[in-house]
Nanobody, 125 residues
Framework: QVQLVESGGGLVQAGGSLRLSCAAS????????MSWFRRAPGKEREFVAF???????VYIDSVKGRFTISRGSPGTTLYLQMNSLKPEDTAIYFC???????????????????WGQGTQVTVSS
């Protein structure tokens, strides 16, 4: 079965960096969009960044220029490099995957079939 396992979270001071990883297994992910979501305390899960295997990436405005999503080779690992972290980035970060054949970028959690358990990122001021 499909399994997504995140790692790399932790406590960091504002302005610092973290790199999250998501190890994917159970199938090939060539035709799967893979994204990062996050859920801050008291808030709903929100889309953060999207990756497609043609190199397309999409970010929410609040992380543009600070976060970079990428896939490892042979495409079974997803990364999120987070720089210039801010206290408002504090959240549980989730890796998600869904079958994708092009078209509008899926930004809603309900569009994703597979999820990891999440990794906590805490940014202190």
């Amino acid at each position: 079965q499909v399994q997504l396992v995140e790692s790399g979270g932790g406590l960091v001071q504002a302005g610092g960096s973290l790199r999250l990883s998501c190890a994917a297994s159970g199938r090939t992910f060539d035709n799967y969009a893979m994204s990062w979501f996050r859920r801050a305390p008291g808030k709903e899960r929100e889309f953060v960044a999207f990756s497609w295997n043609d190199g397309t990436t999409v970010y929410i405005d609040s992380v543009k220029g600070r976060f970079t999503i990428s896939r490892g080779s042979p495409g079974t690992t997803l990364y999120l490099q987070m720089n210039s972290l801010k206290p408002e980035d504090t959240a549980i970060y989730f890796c998600a995957a869904t079958l994708f054949r092009g078209g509008p970028v899926p930004r809603s959690a309900s569009e994703y079939a597979y999820w990891g358990q999440g990794t906590q990122v805490t940014v202190s001021s």
